[in-house]
């Protein structure tokens, strides 16, 4: 069983950073997909960054340039460093851990993101 554990929201004013961190434990698979999304309050849950354990990364569009995804395979943890923050960047951010061709998927506790204007 996998459970992830997210840390490093905060309250922040635009234009600041944060970084969130994400530390698995359990069997973690080279095939396994880490991610972080994003909700916000009456909207759907969406896809922030994702990347795979060979460092392959996929973006929103909203945050290309701003964020960036990283992953420590060794330490079965995965960061989402953010710059540049706006306050529509304001959600819960969730951890997400997914195996390839499989049902798996994780979702870690959730961490808060506020950006003030």
């Known amino acids: 069983q996998v459970q992830l554990v997210e840390s490093g929201g905060g309250l922040v004013q635009a234009g600041g950073s944060l970084r969130l961190s994400c530390a698995a434990s359990g069997t973690i698979f080279s095939s396994d997909v880490m991610g972080w999304y994003r909700q916000a309050p009456g909207k759907q849950r969406e896809l922030v960054a994702s990347i795979t354990s060979g460092g392959r990364t996929n973006y929103a569009d909203s945050v290309k340039g701003r964020f960036t995804i990283s992953r420590d395979n060794a330490k079965n943890t995965v960061y989402l460093q953010m710059n540049s923050l706006l306050p529509e960047d304001t959600a819960a951010y969730y951890c997400?851990?997914?195996?390839?061709?499989?049902?798996?998927?994780?979702w870690g506790q959730g961490t808060q993101v506020t950006v003030s204007s």
């Open positions: 997400n851990i997914r195996r390839l061709f499989t049902t798996f998927n994780t």
